[in-house]
């Protein structure tokens, strides 16, 4: 289907919205018209007229907000030609390959994403300036041949003409949303109303000794709810009419990268997206903003940065997700087909003997990348992160983290000896109840499953003794990093280690080894303390 006739198809399904939204006033009015034809009158009809002139009255105001809502930029730094000449050299190339133009702006983005948004006028009949994001962990996880076979990509969708498209979808979607959250609003202010005036009643009756009755708000709101889940199935149809023409413009697109930057280039940058996907999010949930309980940042310009060190670190274990493709569920309303087709038909074209052209790191097209780095985090972060502590390096970061979530860590075998004792406990007032045989009465009170709570004797003990080995370490090493006496062995590879005082000793055992079987000693069927107290400071060593 040609641009014609796909701006066309999307006229007719706009001015569907439209459409049904006049059949609906018309029913609406014909219902009002039919009221006085019977000759109903009185309060009934007065409340009938009232209601169908409040639901008109969010599908009049969809009708008539005539204005496309403007694309808003997503957090990120602009780059001009002068700042990233060789960035914006490689961005002409490939838009000369694909009988397009250079972009008016390059945006750089904290997302594993590329996208090129052209601001059309008159809704799509007339071209506009378009704009190149680019998410920097793309720059970082991509070579710059693949970067190239990305550009490609996106320049595809600009010169067969869909991203000019834009402001007539923009336009439906942003009408229909409208209304539906108009409708939702409406129905939850009265759902919140009723359930008000219900709270009254009861509290009323209550006053008087009477019985309250429960609270329902089931079919408040129902017939806007109602109108929402109209506008909701013509929006759903509306993604069901488009959705072929949509993977098909994603299929033509993939073959514009193969022209530009060969199809095995093509086929490995598509491979390389979903992993850097799942690495990204793993390493801003791990690494980046592990410090954020403790108000710590990285090190300047390291937020963003230090995904460059994971990769490098990670490669082995990344390589074995690049191998494979990710076979996501088929969704009825995606827009892209799933990856694994997508390289599939790549890989099955022709070999077009195209070699790899530029191998290094598309970060290096960066005229300085720590400095981008850095800025990225100033227009990413918000201001309150923004004043946050930086540490001097990843260790320190996790030093910093981890001190303050074992200090402040309640574990469930903390709040069962408290309620057990009633008033607030330590660790010394741990020991001593094991010490006293009272732990398995205090492990009663921790949150167990039905198997668990049924147990008993031995066999409650085995149900419960892996809690009560996480619950006891954590308190331990509490102990130890409130003394300052504990540290963590940072790694980019692998899950952060914990490293106590000390040194290992003539059998090989390692102050780490000794902690851990002090800890099964004292959780032992017969209890043994005396290991875990010789390993404490001296604070926690005697019974109180």
């Not at 004292?522 to 390993?535: E, F, G, M």
Request: aromatic share 6%; glycine share 8%; net charge neutral.
């Amino acid at each position: 289907m040609g641009a014609t006739l796909r701006a066309l198809r999307a006229l007719v399904l706009l001015s569907g919205f439209y459409l049904v939204s006049l059949v609906l006033l018309a029913a609406l009015a014909g219902a009002d018209i039919a009221l006085f034809h019977w000759g109903l009158h009185g309060f009934a009809a007065i409340k009938i007229t009232i209601v169908t002139v409040l639901l008109a009255v969010p599908v009049v105001r969809g009708m008539f907000m005539l204005r496309v809502p403007p694309a808003d930029d997503p957090a990120a730094v602009e780059v001009g030609e002068a700042d990233e000449p060789r960035l914006w050299a490689l961005v002409r190339e490939v838009a000369d390959a694909s009988g397009g133009h250079a972009p008016a702006r390059i945006l750089l983005t904290p997302e594993v994403n590329a996208s090129v948004r052209e601001d059309a006028r008159l809704l799509g009949l007339r071209p506009g300036p378009h704009t190149l994001t680019l998410g920097v962990p793309l720059l970082t996880g991509l070579s710059e041949a693949q970067l190239r076979a990305v550009l490609g990509h996106e320049y595809g969708h600009f010169t067969a003409g869909d991203t000019r498209l834009s402001a007539i979808v923009v336009r439906g979607r942003a009408q229909i949303s409208r209304v539906v959250e108009q409708f939702h609003a409406t129905a939850d202010g009265k759902v919140a109303d009723e359930r008000e005036r219900q709270e009254r009643t009861a509290a009323k009756r209550i006053a008087k000794g009477k019985k309250a009755r429960e609270v329902d708000t089931r079919h408040t709101g129902a017939l806007y709810r109602g109108m929402a889940r109209l506008y909701t199935w013509y929006a759903g149809l509306c993604l069901r009419a488009s959705l072929s023409t949509a993977r098909g413009q994603e299929f033509a697109a993939d073959l514009a990268a193969v022209r530009i930057a060969g199809r095995d280039v093509t086929a490995s940058a598509l491979r390389e997206i979903p992993v850097l996907v799942a690495a990204h999010g793993f390493y801003l949930e791990t690494y980046a903003t592990l410090g954020l309980p403790a108000r710590t940042l990285p090190p300047r310009g390291q937020f963003f940065g230090g995904f460059r060190e994971f990769l490098a670190a990670r490669s082995a274990g990344l390589e074995k997700l690049r191998a494979g493709l990710p076979e996501e569920p088929e969704s009825r309303y995606d827009s892209h087909p799933p990856m694994a087709e997508r390289v599939r038909r790549i890989e099955t074209l022709p070999a077009d003997g195209r070699r790899s052209e530029g191998d290094g790191p598309a970060l290096a097209l960066l005229t300085d990348p720590e400095h981008a780095l850095t800025a990225l985090e100033e227009a990413a972060l918000t201001v309150e992160a923004l004043g946050f502590r930086r540490t001097a390096d990843w260790p320190e970061l996790l030093n910093v983290a981890m001190a303050e979530g074992i200090t402040t860590a309640q574990t469930p075998l903390h709040r069962a000896l408290t309620a057990y004792i009633g008033r607030p406990t330590t660790l010394a007032d741990l020991l001593d109840a094991i010490d006293e045989g009272r732990l398995w009465r205090v492990a009663e009170r921790l949150p167990l499953s039905k198997e668990a709570s049924a147990a008993k004797g031995r066999a409650f003990r085995q149900f419960v003794r892996p809690a009560l080995g996480d619950s006891l370490r954590t308190m331990v090493l509490a102990e130890f990093s409130a003394r300052s006496l504990l540290s963590w062995e940072f790694s980019w590879s692998r899950p952060a280690t914990v490293r106590l005082p000390g040194t290992t000793d003539g059998a090989g055992a390692s102050p780490e080894d000794a902690m851990e079987a002090a800890l099964d000693a004292a959780l032992a069927d017969v209890p043994d303390t005396a290991p875990l107290r010789a390993l404490l400071p001296p604070t926690v060593v005697q019974p109180v």
